[in-house]
């Protein structure tokens, strides 16, 4: 089955008309974000299909999407919960923050839950040190995440409900949050 | 409330890119013309572009992303008769760990980014530019697309700007995910739809960038200060900082402080004065281990340095590098192996895996560092560092190999008797954790 609807095909055109024509391969990144917004991950169908839109091969278009971490190409929770532990928030907690995460969220917590609802992710710096130890759901930040918050923050993902964020707006989850990089809607 | 946020800090009035954080105002198109945002754009486009080269070269300003390459000797370089277009592209992939400047300038004032980089396209004649965001930065990302929209709407940017004949389109475009991507080549190659990894140069970018064609990067940083060198011109911008670093830095002070943040000082402010003054000294009154003044890939300091001023020369003539202006702070209970050890964990997670010594050396690094700091280190392992950080350093193909080896040789050289201890020892002395044993002879 398709993973792109003829819809999305449009969103696809238009986001290789970013680009100056012959160079549509800028397009990559986002179009890749774009299948992942549909499957949660990034499929072998959906490594075909951007192949398709840019007239490359599958191979092309997996040698660069397997380079980059915010593209998933293995089985994916529908939140991805990462947890910054590079010097400047380790100094200030993160390990404890780290643990309290993988504990709550149990065994397999780096691949994904069996409900198929989170994955844990160890993060490098993200670049908000001021406000260490930092935590991302979905690509939103949390500052000054600690280890209570942080099985706070996991709680209410099984409860089926997004924390407000320190800044911006939180995605639904991770297929928004891939919506979202593609360079489309941001919900406001 | 924050008092950075109300502006009454009390310390310096010295700041130019950080002016406008106490208000509010300056986030939307609005409220930044209201404050005189724009205005640098509007003379610009009155000049001759060569005219704003030279203004922008006779300040002095220099990359802020950590080369400090001169900008505007960087703009001259574009060449512009070769029948090709030319490309404006801002580097907004700040990923260098303690490092957050570039964010907050966006977070507050994505207009005076904007402003930046209309300028320097017009000044090298160019009508598309790209803003590389980091992935990572899901919010800045939206706050950029909204701001570019904005200009759009207000005729900053798009056909005919400010009743010119000058065109500029803007186009934002996220990164996925790879700290290589904010090296330039690497950061070239990843918006043309390739893996991230560096490119031979030369050809540089200036020549044969993006699409092969001329292209300038510029950090944000970079940008935010270009339109207050055209405001106001070249002599008031070297009224601040060094002759040689003219200008100021947004540092960013992160780990045992007590005000982390953004502090906007004066090129050659001593150490002492951005920590203590701005940040609040060290967090609970502790002592000063070591710090990094550029990022995690200059080498660390110590407390023997906190009168060093941060410019480019003073901190490399101390040993070290200004880098990204990105302070992380370790206090005396810290444990400096275990600080190299995380941030070589870094390293051979981003090493793109090009080069040897990088992909090799890093990963061989972090099991070194770990059995030391596990309290399994062998008496033979301080030489296997000081080997490993020789084989690494300038025999790689890009500088993240030479960021690698800075955490290893710097606490080396500073903190020799914490590494022996924690052979000698078997456990780590700030922790404890190891097995515990007693070893005399370390080799060194």
Not at chain 2, 19 to 46: E, Q, S, T
Not at chain 2, 52 to 57: A, N, Q, S, Y
Not at chain 2, 114 to 143: D, K, P
Request: glycine share 12%; proline share 6%.
């Amino acid at each position: 089955m398709a993973v792109l609807s003829p819809e999305l095909r449009g969103e696809a055109e238009r986001i290789k008309a970013r680009y100056p024509a012959g160079r549509e391969r800028s397009a990559m990144l986002p179009l890749l974000y774009l299948v992942q917004s549909v499957e949660g991950r990034v499929t072998r169908d959906g490594l075909r299909e951007v192949a398709d839109v840019l007239g490359l091969k599958t191979a092309e278009v997996e040698a660069v999407a397997s380079f980059y971490s915010m593209l998933r190409l293995r089985p994916t929770g529908a939140h991805v919960v990462s947890v910054c532990t590079n010097l400047a928030c380790a100094l200030r907690g993160a390990k404890e923050v780290y643990a309290a995460a993988h504990d709550a969220i149990g065994s397999h917590a780096e691949e994904m839950t069996e409900d198929g609802l989170l994955t844990l992710h160890e993060e490098e710096c993200l670049g908000a040190c001021d406000a260490a130890p930092v935590v991302q759901v979905d690509f939103a930040n949390h500052d000054r995440v600690t280890p209570e918050r942080m099985r706070e923050l996991i709680e209410a993902l099984r409860r089926g409900e997004v924390s407000e964020p320190s800044a911006g707006r939180a995605p639904r989850d991770f297929k928004e949050a891939s919506w979202i990089l593609a360079g489309l809607g941001d919900g406001a | 409330m924050d008092p950075r946020r109300a502006g009454g800090r009390g310390v310096t009035t010295d700041r130019i890119i950080t002016r406008n954080w106490g208000n509010p105002d300056v986030f939307h198109v609005d409220g930044y013309v209201a404050n005189g945002g724009y205005a640098g754009l509007k003379k610009a486009l009155a000049m001759a572009p060569e005219d704003v080269i030279e203004l922008v070269k006779g300040s002095g300003l220099r990359g802020r992303g950590g080369a400090g390459f001169p900008t505007g000797v960087k703009w001259s370089f574009v060449p512009q008769d070769t029948g090709k277009p030319t490309y404006v592209v801002c580097n907004f992939d700040e990923s260098e760990p303690g490092t957050f400047n570039n964010r907050e300038l966006v977070d507050r004032e994505p207009h005076q980014l904007l402003e930046g980089l209309a300028i320097a396209a017009y000044a090298v004649r160019c009508h598309n530019a790209y803003i590389y965001v980091r992935g990572e930065f899901l919010h800045q990302g939206t706050i950029v697309r909204r701001a570019v929209e904005e200009a759009y709407d207000r005729g900053f940017l798009g056909k005919g700007i400010c009743g010119s004949d000058f065109d500029l389109d803007v186009v934002p475009h996220r990164g996925a995910g790879a700290y290589i991507c904010g090296e330039e080549t690497g950061l070239l190659n990843s918006l043309e739809g390739f893996r991230g990894q560096p490119r031979q140069r030369p050809p540089f970018p200036a020549v044969e960038g993006l699409y092969a064609s001329p292209t300038v990067i510029n950090n944000v940083e970079t940008l935010c200060n270009v339109p207050h060198i055209l405001e106001n011109g070249a002599d008031w911008f070297r009224g601040f900082g060094t002759a040689k670093s003219p200008g100021t830095k947004v540092f960013s002070v992160s780990g045992k402080v007590e005000r982390p943040g953004n502090y906007e000082v004066p090129m050659g402010t001593p150490f002492r004065v951005l920590l203590e003054e701005h940040a609040g000294g060290v967090l609970g009154g502790k002592a000063l281990k070591a710090w990094t003044p550029g990022g995690s890939s200059t080498p660390m300091l110590t407390a023997e340095h906190l009168d060093v001023g941060l410019d480019f020369e003073s901190l490399q003539a101390a040993g070290s590098l200004l880098g990204t202006g990105a302070a992380i702070v370790l206090d005396e209970t810290d444990c400096v192996v275990e600080a190299a050890r995380r941030l070589l964990a870094f390293y051979a997670h981003e090493s793109c895996g090009k080069c040897t010594p990088c992909r090799e050396g890093t990963w061989w690094a972090v099991r070194v560092l770990s059995r030391i700091e596990e309290g399994l280190g062998r008496p033979e392992d301080l030489p296997i560092m000081n080997d490993l950080g020789r084989n690494i350093l300038f025999r790689a193909f890009c500088p993240l190999a030479d960021g690698a080896v800075s955490p290893i040789t710097s606490t080396l050289t500073y903190f020799r008797e914490e590494y022996e201890a924690h052979v000698r020892e078997g456990r780590c002395p700030f922790t404890g954790s190891g097995p515990g044993r007693r070893i005399e002879e370390v080799a060194s």
